[in-house]
């Protein structure tokens, strides 16, 4: 079956320091990768994507690299900031169609303190 | 981007009654939503796959006669949870597709006192 593993957290950094949330995948066929972000009280919101191998997905100063050879989907971002604390989730999808399932890992708190 | 709205965002409810929740895809069509349960500190576990005009199709282990969802229209799923107990306490959340990327509701805050 497919399956995502997220690192647990919380994750707790200062302001401006460097954030790696890793994210492993196990999948049959060739899934689209997916990290959402959520912050309290809200539903997620899509923060980068990509679809095949090597593909970076960006946004917001995060970034992700698709990487087949180690099934990961690692997120980053260089200087994070306290506006940066809420959960993220990364996500898998298998079907090509405009309506497909997403399969979540558990989440990842992250904490972002001055 | 399109948006998905769901409603209402928090409710509080006694033992027994049943609450219904809203989800409307407000400038796009979606044949398909799905509804998705939150525990506290955990992962959102998908309960059901919500088709205009046909039945849902629920994951296992989801009550479907605790859980009713009706897809009646290409912009409207409800999700009614029946003769609510304490445990069924939760964060509810919708998503639809709209080409390439899910969007998602605000989610529901359901208490059950």
């Known amino acids: 079956g497919n399956s995502v593993t997220q690192m647990e957290g919380p994750v707790t950094l200062s302001e401006e320091a460097f954030l790696t949330i890793n994210c492993t995948y196990t999948?049959?066929?060739?899934?689209?990768l997916f990290w959402y972000v959520q912050y309290p009280g809200e539903g997620l919101q899509l923060l980068l994507k990509?679809?095949?191998?090597?593909d970076k997905g960006s946004n917001k100063g995060f970034e992700a690299t698709y990487r087949k050879e180690t099934t990961s989907f690692h997120l980053e971002k260089g200087s994070v900031q306290v506006s940066d604390s809420a959960v993220y989730f990364c996500a898998l999808r298998i079907n090509t169609g405009t309506a497909s399932k997403l399969t979540f890992g558990t989440g990842t708190r992250l904490q972002v303190t001055l | 981007g399109a948006v998905v709205s769901q409603h209402p965002s928090r409710v509080i409810c006694k033992s027994g009654t049943s609450v219904k929740i809203e989800c409307r895809s407000l400038d796009f069509q979606a044949t398909t939503m799905f509804w998705y349960r939150q525990f506290p500190k955990q992962s959102l576990m998908l309960m059901a796959t919500?088709?205009?005009?046909?039945?849902?199709?629920?994951e296992q282990g989801v009550e479907k006669d605790k859980f009713l969802i009706n897809h009646a229209s290409l912009t409207l799923s409800t999700l009614t949870v029946t003769s609510a107990h304490p445990e069924d306490s939760s964060f509810y959340i919708c998503?639809?597709?709209?080409?390439?990327?899910?969007?998602f509701g605000q989610g529901t805050r359901l208490t059950v006192v």
């Open positions: 999948a049959t066929g060739y899934p689209s």
């Open positions: 998503s639809a597709w709209e080409n390439t990327e899910a969007f």
């Open positions: 919500s088709n205009e005009g046909s039945k849902a199709t629920y």
């Open positions: 990509a679809t095949k191998a090597d």
